[in-house]
């Protein structure tokens, strides 16, 4: 890996940091001491830029307390895309079963159709074998049909 290839240019100038030139000994900035490791505070009576002045913007104070920011703002973020994604499984979840109730009401619908063209049918099969007695068989059931309704049916 070349260490030495330089970085693209960031979008915000004023945000980027000089680097040293391969074989210059001196840091940018006037930075007498080599860079502190993250976590550990800066040595006593340094000449870092992040000295223990809590007056100072650009100091470790407000370093420290910018990066708790960051770490609550992001758990934070997290939290809230826990919660979105677990809505997200719920109205998938309730979308689901609004369908398969669609379902049933579709096919309910259906065989009730069924059931009601088969009643159609049957009354239309009742209506044609009345009307199909012929006017011979009508006479000659007449008279008997007569009798039955004014001596009554035997029970």
Request: charged residues 30%; without cysteine.
């Amino acid at each position: 890996m070349n260490t030495n290839a330089p970085f693209p240019a960031p979008l915000r100038p004023e945000l980027s940091l000089k680097r040293r030139e391969p074989g210059t000994t001196t840091p940018p900035m006037s930075v007498t001491q080599p860079p502190m490791s993250f976590g550990s505070p800066p040595p006593f009576g340094s000449a870092a830029p992040f000295e223990g002045d809590s007056s100072n913007p650009y100091g470790y104070a407000a370093l420290q307390a910018a990066w708790d920011k960051l770490y609550r703002a992001r758990a934070l973020l997290e939290a809230e895309q826990a919660h979105l994604r677990d809505d997200r499984i719920a109205l998938q979840g309730e979308l689901d079963a609004l369908d398969v109730r669609r379902q049933a009401i579709v096919a309910r619908e259906v065989r009730i159709q069924q059931l009601e063209m088969k009643a159609a049918l049957d009354k239309e099969e009742a209506d044609e074998e009345k009307g199909a007695e012929s006017t011979m068989a009508k006479l000659t059931r007449a008279p008997f049909e007569m009798a039955r309704q004014v001596f009554g049916k035997k029970d």
